[in-house]
């Protein structure tokens, strides 16, 4: 069933899917226009300066990371350049939003819009840069793409992968398409024990096995490396502060409210919203007024005072912001879904999360840990929930630096899931 159902999704539906696409192309704009003709045109670009021929026959280690899941491959690119520093790193992408953080990357060598899942363009692709493996990141892992890589026989894996028991990539037809899908690559490495056992169903070939979670290693990285901050702002060790990160305006409408009932009450307040637009920071700004309460903008202030709302209108910093903080509230989460929390657990904070959180995984696993905060990640349903929350936490202050490290050694038994991909990865290519 599963030969049948690939057949059908490589003979007509992907074809038909490339089809439509370039008949309605014209009428499409932004990301999904970009990336039609980023894959039109086999866009690419040679960032460390040496021909595709050298490139090529370096054989470079070929991962593909759709958009976000790049940050799950950043770790292993700079591990295997640690690795193999003569070895060229190529990297795709489907969303063209991806350009941008591939742009940046140092450890990069190439990066290209992955092609078509067409038979001959992939082929096409692969013989311009001969790869010696093919790993994704996380998900977006191609029928056609697998079919046609191991037919050149190259080893594939699929690292720091997630299978909820209820994925639509179980169900159905489509679980026939992903059984087909796995059944090529090399070796199959998990998060969780439970993603392996919602996988067992597929009576998959390749081995599965737990590693965990890449992230978390570039979490660890980045706190380890963290970027600089304006020193004037640091707070001082007898300050109680509460940070919101990645806040949209469903966000802010229950955390303003609990800010003004508690505006008598000694707590230093960091907002960093998910947009940093004029218009979002000017309304917000209007928000804070109407109830009293004062801010400075992190860019244009030179001090932050006392009882101050210290809004952050740039990008790029939240992870160095939450190691200044005791406790967190991570934003997405009264819209439609919450932003990760990896970043403000990695650095010891209690955190809570709104209604919306089930999409993401490390909030819903540590509602499950109590440790002297109480549960790692509490979920909170209203302004009045948040209140409370931050008054209990705020009384036991003196206990905050013990809290924050039990947390960060909870965390810290994530670490290393690179190290044990990449060593797996060492046994295929031999």
């Not at 490589?10 to 309605?24: D, E, N, R, S, T």
């Amino acid at each position: 069933m599963s030969l049948f159902v690939f057949y059908f999704y490589k003979l007509v539906l992907a074809p038909l899917a490339y089809v439509l696409m370039q008949i309605f192309r014209p009428l499409f704009k932004g990301k999904l226009r970009e990336m039609i003709e980023d894959k039109n045109r086999g866009l690419y670009k040679i960032k460390s300066g040496e021909t595709e021929q050298t490139i090529a026959g370096a054989r470079p280690y070929w991962i593909h990371a759709a958009s976000g899941e790049i940050e799950y491959a950043r770790p292993v690119i700079r591990e295997i350049k640690r690795q193999h520093p003569q070895a060229p790193i190529l990297v795709t992408y489907s969303s063209p939003s991806a350009k941008k953080i591939l742009e940046g990357l140092a450890d990069v060598d190439v990066w290209a819009a992955l092609p078509w899942e067409l038979d001959f363009l992939i082929t096409r692709f692969i013989k311009k840069w001969n790869p010696r493996v093919l790993l994704f990141a996380r998900t977006d892992v191609w029928p056609v793409l697998v079919s046609v890589a191991k037919k050149e026989h190259i080893p594939l894996a699929l690292f720091s992968a997630t299978f909820a028991d209820n994925s639509s990539r179980l169900k159905g037809l489509t679980r026939y398409l992903t059984q087909y899908t796995l059944n090529h690559l090399s070796e199959i490495h998990c998060v969780s024990a439970e993603d392996i056992q919602s996988l067992q169903s597929l009576e998959l070939q390749p081995p599965l096995l737990v590693s965990g979670d890449t992230r978390f290693d570039q979490v660890f990285h980045r706190l380890e490396n963290p970027k600089t901050l304006k020193s004037e702002f640091i707070p001082s060790p007898e300050d109680f502060v509460f940070i919101a990160g990645s806040t949209w305006p469903e966000d802010e409408a229950v955390l303003l409210p609990a800010l003004e009932k508690l505006k008598n009450v000694h707590i230093q307040v960091i907002i960093a919203p998910h947009e940093t637009t004029s218009s979002h920071l000017e309304k917000l700004e209007k928000e804070l007024s109407q109830r009293g309460l004062r801010y400075v903008r992190y860019s244009q202030a030179q001090i932050w005072p006392a009882g101050s709302v210290l809004i952050i209108d740039q990008v790029g910093i939240l992870a160095e912001l939450y190691t200044w903080a005791d406790i967190a509230f991570v934003g997405g989460s009264f819209r439609k879904q919450v932003h990760s929390v990896m970043e403000a657990l990695a650095a010891g904070l209690p955190v809570m999360v709104g209604p919306q959180h089930r999409n993401n995984r490390e909030a819903l696993y540590y509602q499950k840990k109590n440790y002297s905060s109480g549960m790692i990640v509490q979920v909170i349903h209203s302004s009045d929930d948040l209140v409370v929350l931050l008054q209990r936490m705020k009384k036991r202050q003196d206990q905050i630096p013990h809290i924050k490290e039990e947390i960060r050694a909870e965390i810290g038994k994530n670490r290393n899931s690179t190290t044990r991909v990449l060593s797996s990865l060492d046994k295929i290519l031999k």
